[in-house]
């Protein structure tokens, strides 16, 4: 997470699911991260909002995403996602085939997010996450970052094994 940090500059967080939210576990800061970060370590955050717990999401098996369904279909459509049951498994399942979701301004103004879960063998673990600016004017390129990103949760991955 240091060396992700450092060659980004992005903050990178490490969240787990806890009671049906999203909590970080450990983060790095990066030089260019945003003023104001939400997913404080420890503070229990939004299962639908946001890059971190998206990744979660995504990743959860259905007869869960079933159970969280029906007991949050209010969160869920406020948060922007499809309430109905087969919009919603559609998009988690194109999430799971990019690997890397992203989110832009979803839970503090002014960030960029991309999140990539975190598994030991099929086991979900939790999510790694990294945080920018949304620098409008120079913006970041996207595919090296999910790329990094990416290639850091397996390197995580690979030493869980």
Known sequence: MCELSNTTGATVLLCRLHDWNVLCTHEEKGIKEPRHISYERGRAMSLFR????????????????????????????????????????????????????????????????????????????????????????????ASDLARRLSGTALRIEARLE
């Open 50 to 141: 946001g890059a971190s717990s998206r990744a979660i999401l995504a990743s959860l098996d259905i007869p869960v995403v079933q159970q969280i369904r029906m007991r949050a279909c209010n969160e869920i459509h406020q948060a922007g996602l499809p309430a109905d049951e087969d919009a919603l498994f559609s998009l988690l399942a194109r999430w799971r085939q990019q690997r890397v979701v992203s989110a832009c301004e979803e839970v503090d103004k002014g960030v960029m997010a991309w999140g990539v879960a975190i598994k030991s063998r099929s086991q979900l673990l939790g999510s790694l996450s990294l945080l920018l600016r949304n620098d409008r004017d120079a913006p970041p390129p």
